[in-house]
């Protein structure tokens, strides 16, 4: 009896509609690594920005760091892909539309039909993993802008004396140093992160939230597969658990990535 | 001044569904503070047992994401609604979402304040209790006189920052939970209006100026009470002004 349910379920957990929700991890997995990578290049720049020479410069480094504080990343989420996809549909629609189909359209937006642009769910997914990027790289921003402070000054005042310029100071010496100081900050940056990567299915894109609310509706046609009630419960729990594995499995990567770049630096006591 | 007056409409318009965002705030602050209380005590506890699960709860509800906390939450009440709610008509309370969004941000909010009261309570300095000890005094009055008092000042700007977290938290309530009838909160209602006339800018960064002016209320707030928390220490050093000051880690 035993071995006849477990065949049942893994022939439950193994049909069609579930492999698809497997394979909806790599919308996940793609999402928080492009826009893990994304955020540290937005960090790198928001932080060379604020410790600009020039004021307007620093103004908009600081801008950019504050105003992820001040509002909520759900918000950026949707409002980038917005608004990326109508500044190209308004560039678009000044190349291909005349007046006699703006006339014509109907709808307020876009201008004309000829520039509707419908995005697919690559483009989605590109689109949200710049936003990622975006928001989490004015986090990474305030990071790696206290790192380049906790340098040790001896080593950019020997950099000076050796000649070099100040884009050398900053390049060769600043960014060089302070990984190891921003790494507590980045760990924490990445896990939040990775809680945001479950946003995706607001961008339309159909991901592991997405197909866990599908699988796990109650279904009543023998002919869609197993008949049951609402099992929702049960796959928004197996996400919780998977979420919380991941952290874990994160934070002791970074434990150990720390542990690698302190090699041969004093212990703080 | 069309412009203008479309902005200020456009505010106004705006209040209403700010209150659900404040609504689901207020409601969960409170309540996630008093557990948060407790978890952190118990966290710190000498029995194993208390002390692991403390430990577990904060672990797992601040390694997930809150969306899928509140979807998980759902979806449990609407599991639980055939079996319990309805014969003990509940459900009235129980599938409301100003009743669930509050239950889930309190619970993600204690995990939270949980562990910054936790670290709070663990830089409590040893000396102090033992000299209250030696007072004799009981575990209680330990408690009211040094470390309350210790805790509450360390943790007070980390906790400034959950409450800021937690307001922008409550914008994912109706992303997940039925919008019932007129009950739009700030995003619904920015999504609402890009619907019929597709105007981005406006409505975001309309939607956005309401947030960032109610989490400068809170900044404020939270710095009055952090001045008077802190009114024995440095009496003629000038006061600190009132400042943005985001920390970026929640």
């Known amino acids: 009896m035993v071995g006849e349910d477990i065949a049942f379920w893994l022939a439950y957990l193994t049909n069609g509609k579930h492999l698809q929700w497997y394979a909806s991890f790599r919308f996940t997995i793609l999402a928080a690594l492009l826009g893990g990578l994304l955020a540290l290049g937005f960090g790198l720049l928001g932080a060379v920005l604020r410790a600009s020479r020039f004021a307007v410069l620093r103004g908009i480094g600081n801008v950019y760091t504050s105003m992820v504080r001040g509002i909520p990343d759900v918000l950026f989420f949707l409002f980038f892909p917005l608004a990326f996809e109508q500044t190209a549909e308004w560039i678009w629609a000044m190349q291909v539309c005349t007046p006699e189909t703006i006339a014509a359209s109907q709808a307020l937006w876009p201008p004309c039909r000829e520039a509707n642009w419908l995005l697919s769910t690559n483009q989605y997914l590109f689109l949200a993993c710049v936003s990622l990027g975006i928001v989490y790289g004015a986090f990474t921003a305030n990071v790696i802008h206290g790192a380049m402070r906790s340098v040790p000054k001896g080593q950019i005042e020997a950099a000076r004396a050796y000649g070099m310029s100040n884009l050398q100071v900053m390049l060769r010496i600043q960014i060089r140093q302070m990984w190891v100081y921003a790494l507590p900050g980045l760990s924490n940056v990445w896990l939040l992160l990775i809680k945001a990567t479950s946003l995706l299915s607001l961008l339309q894109v159909a991901d592991i939230v997405w197909w866990a609310g599908q699988l796990g509706s109650p279904n009543y046609f023998p002919q869609a597969g197993l008949v049951h009630g609402d099992w929702r419960w049960a796959y928004f729990f197996a996400l919780f658990v998977f979420y919380i594995i991941v952290t874990f499995i994160s934070e002791r990567a970074f434990q150990r990535l720390n542990v690698w770049a302190r090699r041969g630096m004093p212990v703080e006591g | ?250």
Request: charged letters at 15%.
């Open chain 2, 1 to 250: 001044m069309a412009v203008l007056e479309t902005f200020w409409a456009e505010i106004a318009t705006f209040a209403r569904p700010a209150l659900f965002n404040i609504y689901f705030a207020l409601a969960s602050l409170p309540v996630g503070f008093g557990l948060a209380l407790l978890v952190a005590l118990g966290k710190n506890a000498k029995n194993p047992i208390v002390s692991h699960l403390c430990a577990g709860f904060i672990y797992a509800f601040r390694g997930s994401p809150l969306f899928i906390q509140f979807f998980m939450f759902y979806s449990i009440m609407l599991a639980l609604n055939p079996v319990w709610w309805r014969p003990m008509e509940l459900s009235w309370l129980m599938m409301n979402p100003l009743f669930i969004g509050p239950l889930v941000l309190v619970f993600n909010t204690t995990a939270y304040t949980g562990e910054i009261l936790y670290g709070a309570l663990r830089t409590v300095p040893r000396g102090e209790v033992e000299a209250a000890r030696a007072f004799g005094m009981s575990p209680f009055q330990v408690f009211r006189t040094v470390t309350w008092p210790n805790m509450i000042r360390i943790a007070w700007p980390a906790y400034t920052n959950e409450a800021v977290f937690l307001f922008h938290a409550t914008a994912l309530v109706y992303f997940t939970l039925p919008v019932i009838g007129d009950q739009k909160d700030i995003m619904n209602k920015a999504r609402e209006l890009f619907e019929r006339d597709y105007n981005a800018v406006l409505h975001f960064s309309v939607a956005a100026l309401w947030f960032l002016a109610i989490t400068l209320v809170i900044f404020l707030v939270f710095g009055r009470i952090h001045e008077r928390l802190m009114r024995h220490m440095n009496i003629e050093a000038p006061k600190p002004k009132l400042r943005f000051g985001p920390k970026y880690i929640r």
